[in-house]
């Protein structure tokens, strides 16, 4: 069967309301006062919001919508939406398609159903919706998606865009001081940048029917591992798979009709596990993106009779998954501030700019390590290829000796970056860069931007670019503070870089973040090491952090104190549910498939020892006592956590319940999932409850 071809070019954008839509679809005027609001952020006259939404709807009815929804992101970190029709009734007893402005511009969901940290009770439950126009518009399932900000009725903040629109712009103008001062007076905004790679695993979903843990949890509590895991480094950048080609393939282009700019795709280390990398974009329109990106995932692979884990560890001992929060910060026309150009050492303004993101990562390593804070991401920071939570930067050679002379007050001698041989005439000589790559850093410069890799896959990239955004303004807000009024601006910037070398550079590490010896340094040098949500959370409502974000009108307190309950009130309730699930798996299925094969077993040793009286039958004897001893194990953790569990309720506010589940529930889990996988080994497929390790990974 000849396979259908598409135009990227002609498919790309096709579900979008973009610019080009726009164009075509709004008289000038009114397109004009739009792209104001846009790009200056003018307000939007009523007038022109409704000649917006009649060209909307008629463009996404053309396209089959019959609905409008204003499609948001509560504190959840998932996506919000509830559906109208277009249909208005006629006198004629008959419906017209109709769409105004102020349907457009607000809705109203029910804000006290959302997590909202105390902020809203059920007796206060009106919460307003409102048209974010930074980001387009677009038609998925036959509905109209407007994306929107969320706030309550009394105006506290209910998402994650609204503080990243504020982040956003507050960078700007901090960053445009600073370029003042350097004889930039073209530029009027500033923009951070965003790539957010996504892994994520694919397993059959008949598989993943049978196994509980993996429905209500998106991770497995319980499996043996495979003869067979990520040994071999024969899957990364491997062969992809037909089924998986075919699953790739229609998510592609999926994510093309909506815009999102889809461009790499390719096998992770860990066997069924994969990425999708993108291409950079607004953070406001990436977040948006990359929302999108894991609910298509999903959609499309259940087409392909599969499913998508985005769980940060869905299977022990082999990678998790993380997403890649590949950062920068551009200016209107293009110019990228965080390229170091052909002579870093002599770009004075790429060197200010960088040492703001030093500062700020230094002084604020605890948000940056809160941003990524998850049960799930618990698991996966601190090994193949997670990097470890200790926050630290990775600069690479030639720009830490840059900074190392600044700070001596020497002269930079130079990189020798040099070309590699390949010593065949038809291969080309490569031109070798003057850093390498840190997998194991947090936070890595890699050429013209930082990637932030501590991120989990399930996460909402929001949250992590929220604090990056804040605590890069906070430092070049005082930066400008400093040298405006200087009659040498580059002298001074580098005098200030050369302070901020000696007072931060303990946050530069470019080794192995792995090492013992990497954590006995870093507690050394006074960094921390906020090993689980637990630990990094507290710190959250630290004075300084508080203070920070109320100076730059982030978060009110109260805004603050709503978030801070709401992520540990989240990771109590995702262990209670493991535990829960995890106990009746246990109960329900492993303690009856393991009483079933002992004594299966028992009886043929009886059988056996009728027929030939004296016949020793060590073999079944033995693995019956050891069977027998599991079980029994098994039975006493499965009570004790059953206990436990039931002790959570009586804890009393929600850092005392979140420790409560680390210190007790956690380990009472680990203890019997040892035990569980230590019988599965041991018992046969057909009689074993559940598809295997090697059954799950292989078996796409």
Not at 477 to 493: M, N, P, Y
Not at 498 to 511: A, L, P, S, Y
Not at 525 to 541: C, E, F, Q, S, W
């Amino acid at each position: 069967m000849e396979e259908k071809k598409i135009s990227i070019p002609h498919i790309f954008g096709s579900h979008v309301f973009n610019d080009d839509v726009m164009q075509e679809r709004l008289p000038k005027d009114v397109y004009r006062s739009l792209r104001k609001t846009i790009d200056q952020g003018k307000d939007l006259d009523l007038t022109v919001a409704n000649a917006v939404a009649s060209a909307m709807k008629d463009w996404a009815v053309e396209l089959g919508a019959t609905h409008f929804t204003h499609w948001f992101q509560p504190l959840n970190g998932v996506t919000a939406e509830k559906h109208d029709s277009f249909i208005t009734p006629a006198a004629d007893g008959r419906v017209i398609m109709q769409f105004s402005g102020k349907e457009l511009i607000r809705g109203e969901p029910d804000a006290s159903s959302f997590p909202s940290g105390g902020l809203r009770a059920t007796f206060e439950a009106r919460g307003y919706t409102a048209w974010d126009p930074t980001s387009y518009a677009f038609v998925k399932g036959g509905s109209l998606y407007i994306p929107t900000a969320f706030c309550s009725y009394s105006g506290e903040v209910l998402d994650k865009k609204t503080p990243l629109l504020r982040s956003m712009e507050d960078l700007s103008q901090a960053a445009v001081r600073i370029l003042r001062l350097f004889g930039d007076t073209q530029t009027r905004r500033v923009t951070t940048t965003v790539g957010a790679e996504q892994e994520y695993f694919l397993v059959d979903k008949a598989l993943f029917d049978r196994r509980p843990d993996l429905r209500f949890c998106g991770r497995t509590l319980l499996g043996a591992k495979a003869p067979k895991g990520q040994e071999l480094d024969d899957h990364y950048f491997g062969s992809i798979k037909p089924r998986v080609a075919a699953f790739m393939k229609e998510l592609d282009e999926e994510l093309w009709k909506l815009g999102i700019l889809a461009k790499t795709k390719h096998n992770e280390v860990a066997p069924a596990q994969h990425e999708l990398a993108p291409i950079f974009t607004t953070s406001n329109i990436a977040t948006d993106h990359n929302q999108l990106t894991m609910e298509t995932m999903r959609n499309v692979a259940a087409r392909h009779g599969l499913v998508c884990l985005l769980h940060e560890k869905p299977f022990a001992g082999v990678n998790g998954s993380g997403k890649h929060n590949n950062w920068a910060i551009s200016t209107d026309s293009g110019k990228n501030l965080l390229d170091p150009g052909k002579s870093p050492a002599e770009n004075a303004q790429f060197l200010l700019f960088l040492a703001a993101v030093i500062k700020g990562v230094d002084e604020y390593q605890d948000l940056l390590r809160i941003s990524v804070a998850s049960a799930g991401n618990d698991h996966r920071l601190g090994a193949n290829e997670a990097p470890p939570a200790i926050i630290s930067m990775f600069l690479g050679d030639e720009l830490t000796a840059v900074l190392d002379a600044i700070e001596k007050g020497k002269t930079y001698g130079g990189a020798a970056a040099g070309t590699l041989e390949t010593g065949v005439h038809v291969l080309p000589d490569l031109t070798r860069d003057t850093t390498d790559r840190n997998r194991t850093s947090p936070f890595a410069f890699t050429g013209n931007k930082f990637e932030f890799r501590s991120l989990g896959s399930a996460i909402s990239i929001a949250c992590p670019n929220i604090m990056l955004n804040t605590i890069v303004a906070e430092e070049l807000t005082q930066f400008a503070k400093a040298l405006e009024g200087s009659k040498d601006v580059k002298k001074d910037a580098i005098k200030l870089v050369r302070q901020v070398v000696k007072e931060h550079k303990r946050i530069i590490f470019n080794g192995d973040g792995y090492s013992q010896a990497w954590v006995r340094e870093a507690k050394r040098r006074g960094l921390l090491n906020l090993k689980t949500t637990v630990d990094a959370l507290p710190h959250y409502m630290d004075d300084k952090n508080v203070k920070l974000f109320a100076d730059h009108k982030i978060y009110t307190r109260a805004e603050m104190e709503a978030r801070y309950e709401t992520i540990l009130e989240e990771y109590a309730k995702t262990l209670n549910i493991e535990a829960l699930t995890l106990s009746e798996m246990v109960r329900r299925d492993v303690i009856p498939a393991v009483c079933g094969y002992v004594g299966k077993l028992a009886r043929g040793v009886k059988n056996q020892r009728l027929a030939v009286e004296g016949l020793a039958c060590r073999a079944q004897s033995a693995l019956i006592a050891k069977l027998s001893n599991l079980l029994d194990a098994a039975y006493d953790q499965v009570e004790t956590l059953d206990m436990l569990a039931e002790g959570s309720k009586t804890q009393k506010g929600v850092l005392p319940r979140a420790k409560y589940f680390k210190t007790k529930i956690i380990p009472a889990m680990e203890a019997l999932r040892a035990t569980v996988d230590a019988m599965e080994v041991d018992v046969p497929n057909a009689l074993w409850p559940y598809p295997s390790y090697g059954d799950l990974m292989f078996r796409v």
